[in-house]
């Protein structure tokens, strides 16, 4: 079946460090791809998607790119904020006829001062 | 836009009392309507898909008569969780789905927080 796998965390980085939060998947076909943020005591926020191999989906500084050959979807920024502390959620969805999404484990990201 | 809010955001029940908890799209319709259970340090764990009009579809595992989902309009969902028990506890998460030029995108209600005595 389809699978999402997330790297183990927490994730503890300083402010102002690079972040790079692996996901690999595998699927029957070529789904759509979804990273998803949670916030202390909240439910999941969308921070990007790719819908197809070579798009690369940003927002707030954060980026992933959708690498069919190697089945990823790392997620990376340049420069982390302790703003930034949550748990990511990687995801994808199957675009065929309905589909629900299948989330990996999720990542906890730590960011001191 | 795109927003998706939960009713209560928390609640504290005697066992054996029913609970339920709504889920609305904002500002949009959402054909469908997905609700999920979250475990401490875990993933999402999708109970149920609701489509407006008809009765949930519910994943391998999951009481349909223990978890009673009604998806009354375009715009709200219901989950109630009936004869709740202590191992009922837990954070539970709604999503509403939008179909645009790039497909289909879920989005997620803040959660309700279910702790029973």
């Known amino acids: 079946g389809n699978s999402v796998t997330q790297m183990e965390g927490p994730v503890t980085l300083s402010e102002e460090a690079f972040l790079t939060i692996n996901c690999t998947y595998t699927a029957t076909g070529y789904p759509s791809l979804f990273w998803y943020v949670q916030y202390p005591g909240e439910g999941l926020q969308l921070l990007l998607k790719a819908t197809k191999a070579d798009d690369k989906g940003s927002n707030k500084g954060f980026e992933a790119t959708y690498r069919k050959e190697t089945t990823s979807f790392h997620l990376e920024k340049g420069s982390v904020q302790v703003s930034d502390s949550a748990v990511y959620f990687c995801?994808?969805?199957?675009?065929?006829?309905?589909?629900?999404?299948?989330f990996g484990t999720g990542t906890r990201l730590l960011v001191s001062p | 836009g795109a927003v998706v809010s939960q009713h209560p955001s928390w609640v504290i029940c005697k066992s054996g009392t029913s609970v339920k908890i709504e889920c609305r799209s904002l500002d949009f319709q959402a054909t469908t309507m997905f609700w999920y259970r979250q475990f401490p340090k875990q993933s999402l764990m999708l109970m149920a898909t609701?489509?407006?009009?008809?009765?949930?579809?519910?994943e391998q595992g999951v009481e349909k008569d223990k978890f009673l989902i009604n998806h009354a309009s375009l715009t709200l969902s219901t989950l109630t969780v009936t004869s709740a028990h202590p191992e009922d506890s837990s954070f539970y998460i709604c999503?509403?789905?939008?179909?645009?030029?790039?497909?289909?995108?879920?989005?997620f209600g803040p959660g309700t927080r279910l702790l029973v005595l």
């Open positions: 609701s489509n407006e009009g008809s009765k949930a579809t519910y």
């Open positions: 999503s509403a789905s939008v179909r645009g030029r790039g497909g289909e995108t879920q989005y």
């Open positions: 995801a994808l969805r199957m675009n065929t006829g309905f589909q629900k999404l299948v």
